[in-house]
C-alpha cells in the first residue's frame, strides 16, 4: 500500500511539472533565418500578466559575441545585444501572447509579435509583422530550460 501511495505521488508531482508547458516563460534559444544556426539565448520572463524577453547570450553574429544595436535608435543605439530587452508588452490571448512588440537587433526594426507555443512548450513559434499579421515573418524558437 505505501508503494501505491509513493507511486501516486510521483506520478502526480511528475504530472504538475508538465502542467505548465504552454507558456513563454523561460530559457529560449533562437535561430537565424537563412542558415537555420543557434543565434541566440532569450529568457522570457511574466510580470502582471505581460511577458517581456531579454537576450542572456549572442552566439553568432556578424559582429562577434559582443555585438551592439548599431541600427537601432533612441537608448538602445550602439547598445550591447547582450542584456537588451528585445520582445516586451505581449499578453495572454487563448493560446496565444500577443499584442505585444519585439526589436530585431539586426536591422533595428520594432514589428507587433504573437507567440504561440508549440510541441507542449518545447517549441515557441514567434511571428513579428507590421501592420496586419497576415504579411510577416514567423521563426521557431526552442526551450533551453525554464525559470
Known amino acids: 500500500m505505501k508503494w501505491i501511495i ?3 505521488l510521483f506520478w502526480l508531482g511528475l504530472a504538475s511539472t508538465f502542467a505548465g508547458n504552454d507558456s513563454p516563460v523561460g ?11 543557434p543565434k541566440s539565448i532569450v529568457r522570457i520572463t511574466e510580470q502582471d500578466g505581460e511577458l517581456s524577453g531579454k537576450v542572456l547570450q549572442v552566439l553568432e553574429s556578424p559582429e562577434g559575441p559582443h555585438a551592439l ?3 537601432c535608435e533612441g537608448e538602445r543605439k ?12 505581449a499578453k495572454k490571448d487563448g493560446a496565444s501572447w500577443g499584442d ?7 536591422n533595428g526594426k520594432i514589428y507587433r509579435v504573437t507567440l504561440t507555443p508549440l510541441e507542449g ?5 514567434v511571428h513579428g509583422y507590421i501592420g496586419i499579421s497576415v504579411v510577416g515573418r514567423s521563426q521557431t524558437w526552442q526551450r533551453e530550460g525554464r525559470i
Not at 30 to 35: A, G, L, R, V, W
Not at 121 to 125: A, M, N, P, S, T
Open 27 to 37: 530559457i529560449w534559444k533562437t535561430f537565424d533565418d537563412k542558415t537555420g544556426r
Open 69 to 71: 544595436c548599431r541600427p
Open 100 to 106: 505585444g512588440q519585439i526589436l530585431d537587433p539586426e
Open 78 to 89: 550602439d547598445q550591447p545585444v547582450e542584456g537588451m530587452t528585445i520582445l516586451w508588452g
Open 6 to 8: 509513493c507511486a501516486a
Open 121 to 125: 512548450g518545447q517549441k515557441l513559434q
